[in-house]
């Protein structure tokens, strides 16, 4: 696969997202899709979802409509997991589901993509790494879910993991350079209308398929299978989303250490939120968690193209730093709730 012929994947996707999602935008208001204010949320006025849908939308039409280095049996184990988690995370948006319905969609959706032969590999018994495998998945599906909460957040950061994942699998054969070319288009296509101030939420629909998207193109790169190391295989994948991980372990951390469920109890304790009440503006929370994004992506290429070493590096500085973040940012034990709820 050409640069070229990335390129023109990555042109494809973008252009579909950006022309689609006024479109579903115009749909949303018109039947009242709309994502009311509330006591946990930034905006004060309704505003317009769907904007998964164009996100879905140039996804879908990318791969369907340009070759791709896949079975037809793969792509559609794929697409199958994609659109699955797509029309779960619509209907959640609509109607509020249940946690357990959303989380058996997005078992389901593993399953679907460990038929097709996608599984972290890291030389354990067989059942082993399919726990590691859903695991992988159903967290890094709800990570992004949980990213979702700044204008552009979302988006921004899988824009730059899925740049991570292109500079990674360029020279490889198979569909992930193809998927994170799309992926990448789409996102930049969806931000043009949803940097701050936002015209468009892309919701559940856009966040749980930015979410299993990225988990599906870290399974594609890892190159485990046969490998000598094939833990620093899997690791890079973890570097390259080091953001949404390290997100994810703030706020259940700190929700579960004040005895609220980490998963019921919405709240401004994020990242994006912190950082924010320290009197950094939107934009400029956007702009420090992508290049903080940039960082994880840089720790993977490095830790992928030079070996054990740096990846044993790359490691022991993502865990000092994440620590010490979570600590300045949380506080010690018996610090105040940061604003869960409210």
Not at 165 to 188: H, N, R, V
Request: aromatic share 4%; proline share 6%.
């Amino acid at each position: 696969m050409t640069s070229q012929e990335l390129l023109i994947r990555c042109l494809v996707a973008g252009t579909v997202s950006a022309v689609a999602t006024p479109l579903v935008r115009r749909l949303a208001l018109r039947w009242s899709f709309v994502d009311q204010p509330g006591d946990h949320k930034r905006h004060r006025k309704p505003m317009p979802l769907m904007g998964g849908v164009a996100i879905y939308g140039a996804i879908l039409v990318t791969l369907l409509v340009l070759p791709v280095d896949a079975s037809p049996m793969h792509l559609a184990g794929i697409l199958g997991a994609i659109t699955l988690v797509a029309a779960v995370g619509l209907l959640d948006d609509r109607r509020s589901l249940p946690v357990s319905v959303k989380l058996l969609a997005q078992l389901v959706a593993a399953g679907m993509l460990l038929a097709v032969g996608l599984f972290v590999d890291l030389a354990m018994p067989a059942a082993l790494d399919t726990v590691l495998t859903v695991v992988w998945i159903i967290g890094i599906t709800n990570a992004f879910n949980l990213l979702d909460n700044m204008d552009g957040l979302a988006a921004g950061v899988s824009a730059v993991a899925a740049l991570g994942f292109l500079s990674l699998s360029s020279a490889q054969q198979g569909i992930a350079p193809q998927l994170a070319a799309t992926l990448l288009g789409a996102t930049l296509g969806f931000l043009v209308h949803n940097v701050h101030p936002a015209k468009v939420f892309m919701g559940d629909a856009g966040s749980l398929v930015l979410g299993l998207s990225l988990a599906i193109l870290g399974l594609e790169l890892q190159t485990g299978r046969g490998a000598s190391e094939p833990w620093v295989a899997a690791l890079v994948p973890v570097l390259v989303l080091g953001v949404p991980i390290f997100d994810t372990t703030l706020v259940t951390l700190s929700r579960l250490r004040r005895g609220n469920n980490p998963l019921t109890r919405p709240g401004q304790d994020h990242l994006s939120h912190r950082l924010h009440r320290l009197g950094i503006s939107v934009p400029g929370v956007l702009l420090r968690m992508g290049l903080l994004g940039c960082a994880c992506a840089a720790m993977a290429v490095a830790a992928a193209r030079h070996g054990t070493r740096t990846a044993l590096a790359a490691t022991a500085i993502a865990l000092v730093v994440g620590g010490w973040a979570i600590m300045r940012l949380d506080g010690p034990p018996g610090s105040p709730d940061p604003k869960i709820g409210s």
